[in-house]
């Protein structure tokens, strides 16, 4: 126990009991801590230090930031605490240093496979929900009767994720009575036992991925609804094509939102986990076994929390990298209108003086 909390404990437990005190003693450092807030707060909108708006910003932020502190900044240092030490959740935690890093990039057989299994879910998924995200939220932007319901018939999936998902594709790519393998049977053609194949298995899940490309379709749908009609007026003119006016006025407006989508699309796939606990455990034999998975069996199947987390950290350093890289890349493909007409401004400014 934290040594200040310790110490309030004691204290309560003298008036009020061991029970209520064990309530008490963390919700009254919390209390603390937000009261001191806002009185630094009224002291530095006191003495002049920050504006009125500043002190209204940061008090409005207030439930967010305590939130943030707690639940997301407060478990992620306790995760990069624990990856130094050895710890079965049980017991006393044991200090060994970079032992749980070394052990993951020299001694886990099964670290480098899954990792190897979860950016071949991503390098395939992302472009396919990007790519048919895309194509279907154009068909949904046609002026056609209707079209909302069709525009409710794509987006209802999302509506149906985790587990219950799960449950109903392992129905779809069952090998005995599955509907994929009913469908290729009306052509004569035996399909796999999908879900159980070495080789099929993470075609499956890839393709099981594709369920949720109703979200990413709105998004893209608001995008095309946003882009001037001018534009294609004017292109119209010059004697554009569909092609062309596709190529150059739709494409370049929509990279803003290609680029978030990207980003999305990589963060959810690198933890991929709950279709690969719920539908096949990892197998057969790790071919489906997820970063995320390994990181859960190490945790609650094997109780080495530690290794556990050093793992988690691993993910988060690989994540943030590739996040990184893209941001990095942006400027060269990601159009921001706003942004041209400020070049324009400021040439134009450049030419007038």
Known sequence: MNPIIEQIFDFLTMYVGEGIAKFLAPVS?????????????????????IAKETKDFYAFIAPWLFGF???????????????FFEWDLIGEKVFIGLDNYQQAFFNDKIFYGSLGVTFYYAIISIPLQLVLGFLVAMLMNQKV????????????PTLVAGVAVSVLWMWIFNGNFGL???????FGISGPDWLNNEQTVMPALVIMSLWGIGGSMIIYLA?????????????????ATTFHKFKNITIPMMTPILFFNLIMGIIGSLQTFTQAYVMTEGGPNGASM????????NAFEY???????????????????????VLKSSSL????????????????VKKDA
């Open 29 to 49: 450092v919390f209390a603390a801590a937000v009261l001191l807030y806002f009185m630094v707060l009224m002291l530095l909108r006191r003495f002049g230090v």
């Open 69 to 83: 502190i707690i639940f997301t900044l407060g478990t992620m240092s306790y995760s990069l605490y624990i990856s």
């Open 145 to 156: 009767k209707g079209i909302a319901i069709f525009r409710t018939i794509y987006y209802l």
């Open 180 to 186: 994929i393998n009913r469908f290729l049977l009306l």
């Open 223 to 239: 995008g095309l609804q946003d882009i001037p009609r001018s534009l294609y007026e004017a292109a119209e003119i010059d004697g």
């Open 290 to 297: 997820f970063f995320v998975l390994h990181i859960y069996k």
């Open 303 to 325: 109780f080495n929390m530690g290794y556990a987390a050093a793992l988690s950290w691993i993910l988060f350093f690989i994540i943030l990298a590739i996040t990184l890289l």
């Open 333 to 348: 493909w990601v159009f921001y209108e706003s942004e041209l007409m400020k070049d324009k401004k400021r040439k134009k």
